[in-house]
């Protein structure tokens, strides 16, 4: 378990499928700015099974143990970075709680792995992400046009990312 001083970070365990599928279904859950997803258990269990050693899924939860969100890593460009999303329970956000599970995957990631790059796409209308981005260290690098097809429209989205140079120390993990 990674521990912050609000959340924790914990590895999605079998057990956690059921809710992990009731919040990919929820369109309330995943937002505007998130494609609609109806997967079936079974389908997310089969996915969950086949997962690849460098992509994970934790789950993140409130000192209380409440369940609130999600928060993943996954290797891209043939492994050489990873990328990272994110969602909170509508609930629980704009409450920090995002930002600092954010800093604690970045904390990890250039911790454990050799990596020099962590990066997130975000829809241009979802200002709460970029806040997190930017209060975790991201920096805006640009528009990717017409990347994604989300409730009936291709939409742009943004990349944003950190290098491990300009990360420099662990925020929140190791102090």
């Known amino acids: ?5 609000n959340v924790n970070l914990r590895v999605m365990e079998k057990e956690d499928l059921p809710l992990y599928a ?3 279904n929820n369109p309330e859950f995943m937002g505007e700015c998130n494609p609609l997803q109806q997967k079936s258990r079974i389908e ?3 996915e969950y099974d086949n997962l690849p050693s460098e992509q994970k899924t934790f789950i993140i939860e409130k000192k209380d143990g ?8 996954y290797p891209e460009a043939e492994g050489k970075l990873f990328e990272i999303g994110f969602a909170l329970t509508p609930s629980e956000r704009r409450k920090g709680y995002c930002t600092e599970a954010v800093n604690i995957m970045v904390d990890y990631l250039f911790l454990s792995k050799n990596k ?3 990066q997130a796409h975000t829809d241009p209308r979802n200002v709460a992400s970029h806040k997190v981005l930017e209060k975790a260290g991201f920096k805006k690098e640009g528009t ?8 009936g429209e ?17 925020k ?3 102090r």
């Open 22 to 24: 009731e919040w990919l």
């Open 116 to 118: 020099v790059r962590i």
């Open 44 to 46: 997310i269990e089969k």
């Open 66 to 73: 409440s369940k609130i969100g999600y928060i993943g890593h």
């Open 1 to 5: 378990m990674l521990e912050g001083k």
């Open 172 to 174: 929140i993990l190791t």
């Open 144 to 151: 990717i046009r017409k990347s994604f097809f989300i409730r």
């Open 154 to 170: 291709w939409r742009n989205t943004l990349l944003y990312s950190i290098l491990r140079e300009e990360w420099k120390q662990p």
